[in-house]
């Protein structure tokens, strides 16, 4: 063998081992991301499962939702009926989207029995119709009884691609309870019921806000995306062994 294909064999080598080595680091990634998205299968199916038997479950008094939060810290989707009377110059306005249309979903302090509140979404109004003074009939009051769904306070905004809260202008693009809480003009010292309330479907006078709002065909498309990593973690593995196969180049 001639010293220049000795030399031409000597530069294949490592640029095959390079190669190869730079393939099975992604084969691993690939790996690793449809591992987790199986994971998040796993998980979701869960979840899933767990909303629909507290959402079909029957509605469960105010003082018993509580004492399982506090046992447990969650009690998400669990059906639950309060009475109190709505106090509506403290609304807070969470920026949300109804069948297309964008506007806010409506959160009211709900005064309780005990002296304590909590928060009732009662639901979505246009954009245009911030405004409580331009939906009056809505403005219901005196006692009023509400059956919906218990959801746990988020512990920290959840994404730091969503906007700030503009508390000036009363518009919330994250649920942070204790910010609602403290700009909506509750009597000093007032306490504050720990979790929300979604409202259910049931009409408000006028037809405003919409009741019943509360998201619960969550999406799961963790299987879809397991199947797209391992295909692709497939192929690349079948390139690697093809590679494998050829002979080094000799020059």
Do not use: C
Not at 130 to 137: E, L, V, Y
Not at 167 to 179: C, E, G, H, L, S
Not at 192 to 216: E, Y
Not at 234 to 250: G, M, S
């Amino acid at each position: 063998m001639s010293e220049a294909s000795v030399r031409g064999g000597g530069r294949s080598r490592p640029r095959t081992a390079l190669l190869l080595g730079l393939g099975l680091v992604l084969l691993v990634i690939l790996l690793a991301l449809g591992t987790w998205q199986v994971q998040r299968l796993h998980w979701k199916e869960s979840l899933l499962q767990t909303i629909d038997e507290r959402t079909h479950s029957a509605p469960r008094p105010l003082a018993e939702v509580e004492k399982e939060f506090a046992s447990t810290g969650d009690v998400d989707y669990t059906p639950v009926t309060v009475t109190g009377t709505f106090l509506h110059s403290g609304e807070r306005h969470f920026y949300a989207t109804w069948e297309g249309e964008a506007g806010f979903n409506v959160y009211t302090p709900l005064a309780l029995g005990d002296g304590r509140f909590v928060l009732i979404n009662r639901g979505f109004v246009p954009y245009d119709l911030k405004d409580a003074a331009k939906r009056s009939q809505g403005q219901v009051a005196g006692k009023v009884t509400i059956t919906g769904l218990a959801r746990n306070p988020l512990p920290a905004k959840p994404s730091m691609m969503l906007p700030d809260n503009d508390v000036a202008k009363n518009i919330f693009y994250w649920k942070d309870r204790d910010a609602m809480a403290a700009s909506a003009g509750l009597p000093a010292g007032a306490t504050l019921v720990p979790i929300f309330i979604d409202a259910g479907k049931a009409p408000n006078p006028g037809g405003l806000p919409v009741g019943g709002v509360t998201i619960i065909d969550l999406p799961n498309s963790h299987l879809q995306y397991a199947v797209t990593w391992y295909g692709l973690a497939a192929a690349l593995a079948a390139v690697l062994i093809l590679r494998l196969r050829r002979p080094v180049k000799e020059e």
